[in-house]
């Protein structure tokens, strides 16, 4: 006897729809999306364009002689050796301190990271003068440098102090969070295992945050390079001694040497734009590392 099989029901298949993350009509999608890409060709695209024509207005030949300058290099050497110096300092600050908030709870926590934030709410030209005033020839350490014939403002030491303290939030405000959301259940799991500080440090902390810090440093160093306002103040513009790429451009363009000028801020564009794909990779690997990271979850 053959046997009698039931009919078995089949529940009617859904499709999903993927909701919408806003309500609003195309036509208003549509207006925010020729306002963005107005407003970045305005500010943006168009000053970019501007530089670089200005630059070779006048042809190949006489865009590269206005780096046969002695002061081009000299002020291209010192922005070098100024972003070399802040940044790494820049990279321990923003360790000790993102280890700091991120780990420990201590009185003043709510304190120090709001002076970590100082210097986006200061005028880099305030944070200049402060240092005028506390080493300069008449401020408060003035005459003890003096006497030991130590010269801080109108010196390189001065230029990487404004450079520090207008660049020092970005490493910290970039792993700050990322250690927060982490949590320390994989430090505490590591030293339960024996592992030393350092072993903890360097095999579960630095690889879980390893291209926010990357991201910091590369935001850091791009404000390095460009910094005017802060070095402007404690330079003393002597050309060919302190004098950086943005106060080299400022004195061509002053003495109306416009094809130099452009010239070198078209190098400032340059370093920004190989910043920016350098950001933009940086992003996309956090990003894929945080979907790889959901998927294995």
Known sequence: MEAIHAPVYEAPRTVVV??????????????????????????LFVPLAAVFAEAFRKGIWTYLESFNDPTCWSALRLTLLVTAISVPLNL????AASWCIAKFEFHGKSFLITLIDLPFAVSPVVSGLIYVLVFGAHGWFGPWLAEHD??????VPGIVLATIFVTFPFVAREVIPLMQEQGTDEEQAAISLGASGWQTFFRVTLPNIKWALL???????????????????????????????????????????????????????LLALVTLALKSFVEWR????????????
């Open 18 to 43: 993927p909701r919408r993350a806003t309500t609003e009509s195309p036509w208003v999608q549509r207006l925010l999306i020729a306002i963005s890409i107005a407003f970045l060709a305005l500010f």
């Open 92 to 95: 321990v600050f923003g360790l």
């Open 150 to 155: 130590i010269q801080i403002i109108f010196a």
């Open 215 to 269: 991201y910091g440093v590369i935001l850091s160093n791009a404000r390095a390079m460009g910094e005017f306002g802060a070095v402007s103040v404690v330079s003393g513009h002597i050309r060919g001694r302190t004098n950086t790429l943005p106060l080299h451009v400022e004195v061509l363009y002053n003495e109306y040497n416009f094809v130099a000028a452009f010239a070198v801020a078209s190098l400032l564009a």
């Open 286 to 297: 956090l990003e894929r590392e945080q979907q790889e990271a959901l998927q294995e979850a």
